[in-house]
């Protein structure tokens, strides 16, 4: 019955690979969000979909890759990774853009 | 200066006490949200505000969009409200830009 689901919920990888976050909504939202919370605890959005379609890209490095195949899935695909990559990322959707959002519980990140 | 401020960074209250934690701005914009971070990690979208005031249970949110400010009230607080509250942004229109502060971190005390 999880609204916004992500896995794994932790990740532990070498410097250089490469590896995806899955996020899933079965709210029937149209809006979906990735969002990276660093290690002072400061949120930051990365990328928002609407119906499938990017809204929003900021400043990220372009080894992270957002696709999203259907409404309900928005998965974060990062390639290369590296030590600055540690970090806690949510996913979060919303009826439409600008609206309430619902997190998922988001996914732990830790590049040795 | 950053777009959006919030004060104070750390509180500690006592059970029982009326809490009260400030957000102001500097931009445009459609929206404020408040948000709360519990201690395990998890993120609950409390209020969406764009004019007046919300009410849910013992949580109070207020916002003047002419002074660019919005209060988070906490009513008869509890440790269970012990938490991080966040206060962001909705740019709005063409940027579809959304900005967080940095976070109000609350300690109830029983």
Known sequence: ?112 | KNEVEQSPQNLTAQEGEFITINCSYSVGISALHWLQQHPGGGIVSLFMLSSGKKKHGRLIATINIQEKHSSLHITASHPRDSAVYICALNYGGATNKLIFGTGTLLAVQP
């Open chain 1, 1 to 112: 019955d999880t609204a916004v689901s992500q896995t794994p919920k932790y990740l532990v990888t070498q410097m250089g690979n490469d590896k995806s976050i899955k996020c899933e909504q079965n709210l029937g939202h149209d809006t979906m969000y990735w969002y990276k919370q660093d290690s002072k605890k400061f949120l930051k959005i990365m990328f928002s979909y609407n119906n499938k379609e990017l809204i929003i890209n900021e400043t990220v490095p372009n080894r992270f890759s957002p696709k999203s195949p259907d409404k309900a899935h928005l998965n974060l695909h990062i390639n290369s990774l590296e030590l600055g990559d540690s970090a806690v990322y949510f996913c979060a959707s919303s009826p439409f853009w600008g609206d309430e959002q619902f997190f998922g519980p988001g996914t732990r990140l830790t590049v040795l």
